[in-house]
């Protein structure tokens, strides 16, 4: 399936939403998951074709000349008007999907495949915690719109500096915590765990999301199973992206490095406090 570029805008100093529609969406079936997601193809440049594409057409080209698949959540999909909000993260000028959403004008065509997800947050959790970076923003801010009214929400969301922080809305009760990169280049990997461990421990169950960079979601993990703020089968968490790899190198060492943190002893760690620091 394919689609055409609507219209385009910057969210942020990193995201940019991307508004697609057209007759190619006629197809497009969207699921009840939050974090429901789409696998867009970007063309490498000169690519000798365009979309829409046939699979056989591209099959047998060099691996430079096929299209890079990378996922993409569905921030939001409008059925009266069949349009799909994507919000991508633009991280200078390297990545095929970045550097596309960047450029995007009304018109251009993306191809795409989906949708499929695993997470909506269950109505009868106590509270929720979503954890996570640009990438997940907005699986993360899907999700806050998801939960009861007056139910507890807690954001805790990376981003570059003030200026990538974007507005959030819930019909719960919101606390965000936005935890900036900026000036923090040694210790990246734990910004997010840290946050997350200086947070009050809630009570009840607690149904948590954490996506985003690799090594900073098994941090956070490590906190919210280590300290047992959170229980194994209330916690998606998954590796969105990877800092030094792009997303071809990612998907060749993911599955093992997948088996790795699942199997990692997970025993305490940094203590949750009794008083909350907000970031
Ligand atoms: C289920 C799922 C849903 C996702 N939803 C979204 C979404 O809604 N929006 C979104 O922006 N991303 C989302 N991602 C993450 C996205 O697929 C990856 O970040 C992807 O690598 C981006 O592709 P690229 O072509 O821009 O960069 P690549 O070509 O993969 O990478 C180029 C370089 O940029 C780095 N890089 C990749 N992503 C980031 C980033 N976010 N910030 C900083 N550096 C980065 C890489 O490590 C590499 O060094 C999702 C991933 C999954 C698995």
Redesign the pocket.
């Known amino acids: 399936m394919y689609a055409e570029v609507i219209s385009t805008r910057r969210l942020s100093s990193h995201l940019v939403r991307v508004v697609l529609g057209g007759a190619g969406l006629d197809e497009f079936e969207p699921s009840t998951d939050t ?1 429901q ?1 789409v696998n867009c193809f ?1 063309l490498p440049e000169g690519a000798p074709y365009a979309v829409p594409f046939d699979d056989d057409e591209v099959r047998d080209l060099s691996r430079d000349q096929r299209p ?1 698949p ?4 569905v ?1 939001a999909w409008d059925g009266d008007r069949r349009e799909l909000t ?4 633009s ?1 200078g000028d ?5 550097r596309w959403a960047a450029r995007a004008r009304p018109g251009d065509r993306l191809q795409l495949r989906g949708p499929a997800g695993g997470y909506r947050p269950p109505a009868d959790a106590d509270s929720y915690l979503f954890v996570g ?3 997940a923003l ?2 993360i801010a899907a999700c806050a719109e998801a939960v009861p009214p007056g139910r507890p929400v807690v954001v805790v969301a990376e981003v570059e500096d003030g200026a990538g922080e974007i507005p959030l809305s819930s019909p719960g009760a919101l606390e965000v915590h936005w935890v900036h990169r900026a000036g923090r280049a040694g210790d990246l990997d734990g910004l997010l765990a840290a946050a997350v461990a200086s947070l009050p421990r809630p009570d009840g169950v607690v149904s948590a999301f954490v996506h985003g960079e690799a090594e900073a979601t098994r941090a956070v993990r490590r906190v919210l199973l280590g300290d047992r703020v959170v229980d194994e089968d209330q916690l998606s968490c ?1 590796p ?8 071809e190198a990612w998907r060749t060492v993911k599955a093992a490095w997948t088996r790795e943190v699942a199997a990692e002893p997970v025993g305490p760690t940094l203590s949750l406090t009794n008083e909350g620091t907000s970031s």
């Open positions: 974090d997601y970007f890079f990378r996922r993409i959540t921030r994507l919000d991508i993260a991280h390297v990545g095929y999907a970045g970076d640009e990438s907005p699986a998954s969105y992206w990877r800092r030094g790899y792009d997303d």
